[in-house]
């Protein structure tokens, strides 16, 4: 069965044009309060000038199913010129000639037409599948724009999402360790998967020792503990590239802390916040994850140990299925009762909360609320195949580290158990925390 057929088993054609409607107005969202200046921004080297991201949403979708798919000619003569995120060195696209703001959205708005024209008029297995990959790949940017907002200290965005004080409430820490067996894991996904990115190709067996992982991923309580305790200052806890790194960032603390008399303050867009000890901490790089775990005699999980504690069943004699989970409670599609994503909660909740979400082992908020760093390197699966968007992984195998489980402005279209995030460890600007496991 083709990639498409599989898609729209899953969805019907209008469910997919809803999607691709849905996910354009999020990003409109996310910039509509923003001043022309905002919108353009300073230049720094882990964002992008609001004013090019939202373009170059609509440029992929371009690209991929209108002009790939669907045949057509450009939307605009010198889109490649300006939105071609491969060809366009981060640093220039602050000193591109870029369309005004109503010029800008008149792009993106035509694009957006044009596709579900496409999509209405003439489905074909390519126009199905490039609507759906150029959906999900503006759900990934429009996370981008959310800690750009938080990265530059704006406001926190108005999206008009109503939310019920019974599903973001408190729930407070979960404390203790899982015990997981040890066995074989089939890592990564399988031709059957209704959509799968390329490095998700494709499942493989890999032999899972056993192993403890905590419950819920680590609080800001926890990480003050190590803060307090000097561990940005001695080497000891941290690896060369790590040290290396905090010494040249003069590092001393988590990003958007800061300390008020005795206590600690965190920044949440424009506002300051005493620290809330029961939230996951967040915004904090691989280097920071790791230096935490060496701190406190504990380690990151392996990818393959986060995906066995979040998506594998026990079987009836205590040891691994090879039964996997899309989500962690199971096929369900996410909802605000067992995770926070979406920007359902407008930031991250307790670790207690959403027990309903539970993974089989008793392991809480798998997805959603914040992603998860793992000790593994980013890398090809055996058996992958690369898409027809080359740069979505290729490009970044063996320099970047895995991270799992989406944060609380991921999709939940985009999410499940086996989705592989990857950034560089130095990153700290995106909404990334971490769980430990025992040694």
Not at 175 to 181: M, N, Y
Not at 351 to 365: E, F, I, T
Request: glycine share 8%.
């Amino acid at each position: 069965m083709s990639p498409s057929h599989r898609i729209l088993d899953m969805m019907s054609l209008e469910e997919l044009g809803n999607h691709v409607a849905d996910a354009r107005a999020r990003a409109l969202d996310l910039m509509s309060n923003l001043s022309d200046e905002q919108l353009l921004g300073p230049k720094l080297d882990c964002v992008n000038p609001g004013r090019w991201e939202i373009g170059h949403h609509a440029w992929f979708q371009s690209q991929w199913v209108l002009r790939n798919a669907a045949g057509q000619d450009r939307v605009r003569a010198d889109e490649d010129y300006l939105y071609d995120s491969m060809e366009i060195d981060h640093a220039t696209r602050w000193d591109l000639p870029l369309p005004s703001r109503p010029d800008t959205l008149g792009y993106v708005d035509e694009v957006l037409q044009r596709t579900l024209a496409v999509l209405r008029d003439n489905p074909s297995d390519e126009v199905v599948y490039h609507a759906l990959y150029s959906t999900l790949h503006e759900d990934m940017h429009t996370e981008a724009l959310t800690y750009t907002r938080q990265t530059h200290g704006w406001p926190a965005p108005t999206l008009g999402i109503e939310i019920d004080p019974d599903d973001v409430g408190g729930n407070g820490p979960l404390p203790g360790d899982v015990e997981i067996p040890g066995g074989a894991l089939q890592l990564g996904s399988s031709p059957v998967d209704p959509f799968v990115f390329d490095n998700e190709k494709w499942a493989h067996p890999v032999e899972v020792a056993p192993f403890s992982v905590a419950r819920a991923a680590l609080t800001q309580a926890e990480f003050a503990e190590f803060v307090d305790a000097g561990g940005y200052t001695d080497a000891k806890y941290w690896t060369d590239a790590g040290w290396e790194w905090r010494q040249s960032r003069e590092a001393e603390h988590p990003l958007h802390w800061r300390r008020n008399g005795q206590e600690w303050q965190r920044r949440h867009f424009d506002t300051w916040h005493g620290l809330e000890p029961h939230l996951p901490i967040i915004h904090v790089n691989w280097f920071e994850a790791n230096a935490y775990c060496r701190w406190a005699d504990r380690r990151l999980p392996t990818e393959a140990e986060w995906e066995t504690a979040a998506a594998v069943e026990p079987t009836p004699d205590g040891g691994l299925s090879q039964d996997k989970r899309p989500y962690p409670w199971g096929e369900g599609s996410p909802s605000p009762q067992v995770a926070n994503l979406d920007w359902h909660a407008m930031g991250t909740v307790d670790v207690g909360a959403l027990g309903g979400g539970d993974s089989p082992w008793g392991c809480r908020q798998m997805i959603g609320n914040v992603w998860e760093w793992t000790s593994t390197d980013f890398g090809p699966f055996p058996g992958f195949e690369v898409d027809p968007y080359k740069d979505y992984s290729l490009p970044w195998f063996h320099t970047r580290k895995v991270m799992r489980g989406g944060c609380w402005v991921t999709r939940s279209r985009l999410i499940r158990t086996q989705y592989r995030n990857f950034m560089t460890p130095d990153r700290r600007d995106v909404l990334t925390g971490f769980r430990t496991c025992g040694r």
